[in-house]
């Protein structure tokens, strides 16, 4: 390439053009070297979120990603190792209640995992909100925890896919988190880069979620699945809904808590059905031979033995973790102070934008603005009512956490905006739309 090769590169993206094997490669090299600018990888991601990729320059652009640093080889850790992996969304908290589930039902749950992505959270800073937790573990050492406890989930360290970190920190900060073959990439990159058996995708749809249209979400699950495929993974995702927040918490600390809750048997009814769902693609992509309702009998003994959240406890010791705060929650970090929303009217609550109770747990402090933002790790939100429920003017709908008071207004102003009450009960939506593999898409039939 010459001298002016990232400037041609861009423009010709900018233009629609198919970028060749070789430029790829020379932004994914000139990403990790340090010798492409950020302001030309950021106008480079701009134009990919414009102009798109085909299916082969995203599977090239996978497998530089994934060849510019090391990979985590599992071979040495006894059993079937299924990762599982989320697009995000607010309040999805699944990984903490799914991976439990499927390690005491015999599966391995290993996971690199991530920071918030605009109005989502991050899985990464949800663990960090439990004292003392090590969420950057060496190659070495996410392997003895994964064969100790079951189950094991980190960041990337600078040496695992070193351009996805680049480029996921500036996707964030220019409005490129939503173009799908980068998602794709970014994904697959990680999720390749362990040596797992298998991989299993919640990619999600709605207000709350990355992609809004659910075409454009089975587009994202197809493309994944088939880079799983071609490198040899087995590879299946399913397509879950994100219009209104998952669960009843928002916010760090918070969905630790209510994810201890959910594997005592206490979880709220839609982020059970997600991770019941994926527990059981889970199991299948693991080879095993069983029945939806067979899977969840085994999870639902998993829960009433105390086994999934003796997975949950272990886990967080061995990445140095409090586990007693799964029993004590005064443990986890609080906001200094809290807030009531009420409802204005009596009826029933309609619908619960996602995306602005996303927005509105920001104001609150438990997400970031600025890559360079700390999060407070006690504040966000918890609703007492969800979308269906009947309740009566003045009746609290949420509480508000938040270190962060001067901005207590606009959070409930947000929250305002959000939640919409009517006069009629509306029809609870179907949480789980559809299963892909490597066959094709099928509604989701449970």
């Known amino acids: ?54 299916e082969r320059e995203l599977a090239d652009l996978t497998e530089f990603m994934l060849a510019s640093g090391e990979r985590i080889p599992l071979d040495d850790v006894p059993g079937t190792k299924i990762d599982k992996h989320s697009t995000g969304g607010v309040g999805d908290k699944v990984s903490f209640v799914v991976a439990p589930l499927v390690a005491a039902c015999g599966v391995r749950v290993p996971m690199l995992s991530g920071r918030g992505l605009g109005h989502t959270g991050g899985t990464l800073d949800k663990l960090e909100a439990v004292p003392g937790m090590n969420v950057f573990l060496t190659p070495a050492r996410f392997r003895a925890v994964l064969a100790e406890t079951g189950m094991a989930i980190c960041g990337q360290t600078a040496d695992i896919v070193p351009a996805d970190k680049k480029l996921y920190a500036l996707r964030d900060a220019t409005a490129t988190v939503g173009s799908l073959p980068l998602i794709a990439s970014s994904i ?39 880079l ?12 879950s809904g994100m219009d209104e927040p998952l669960g009843r918490a928002v916010g760090n600390g918070l969905e630790i808590i209510e994810s201890a809750e959910a594997l005592k048997g206490r979880g709220p009814t839609d982020l059970m059905e997600v991770a019941y769902a994926l527990g059981y693609v889970m199991l299948r992509t693991a080879g095993r031979k069983t029945s939806f309702d067979e899977a969840g009998e085994m999870f639902g003994e998993a829960v009433a033995s105390g086994r999934a959240l003796e997975v949950f406890r272990r886990f967080i010791a061995a990445q140095g973790g409090d586990p007693r705060v799964l029993d004590d929650y005064s443990l986890m970090p609080a906001a200094p102070r809290e807030a009531e929303f009420t409802a204005w009217a009596s009826g029933f609550i309609t619908g619960i934008d996602a995306a602005s109770v996303g927005l509105a747990a920001i104001d609150a402090g438990a997400g970031r ?18 979308v269906g429920d009947r309740v009566e003017q003045g009746q609290k709908i949420a509480t508000v956490h938040s270190d962060r008071p001067e901005r207590l207004p606009s959070v409930l102003a947000r929250l305002t905006e ?24 099928l509604p989701w039939p449970y």
């Open 228 to 239: 799983g495929e071609k490198e040899g993974r087995p590879t299946m995702g399913i397509i």
């Open 369 to 386: 603005r600025k890559q360079e933002d700390a999060v407070g790790y006690g504040s966000g939100l918890v609703f007492e009512a969800k």
């Open 418 to 441: 959000a939640v919409l009450i009517g006069p009629a009960p509306p029809s609870r939506p179907k949480m789980v739309l559809y299963l892909v593999d490597k066959n094709g898409v």
């Open 1 to 54: 390439m010459t001298a002016n090769g990232m400037y041609e590169i861009i423009s010709k993206k900018r233009d629609g053009r198919e970028l060749s094997r070789e430029e790829i490669g020379f932004v994914v090299s000139g990403c990790v070297r340090g010798d492409v600018p950020d302001y030309q990888l950021a106008a480079w991601l701009m134009a990919v979120y414009l102009r798109g990729l085909d």
């Open 188 to 226: 697959m990159s990680k999720k390749l880069a362990l040596g797992t058996d298998g991989i299993v995708l919640d990619v999600k749809t709605g207000s709350g979620a990355t992609l809004k249209d659910v075409e454009e979400a089975l587009s994202l699950c197809r493309a994944m699945v088939a």
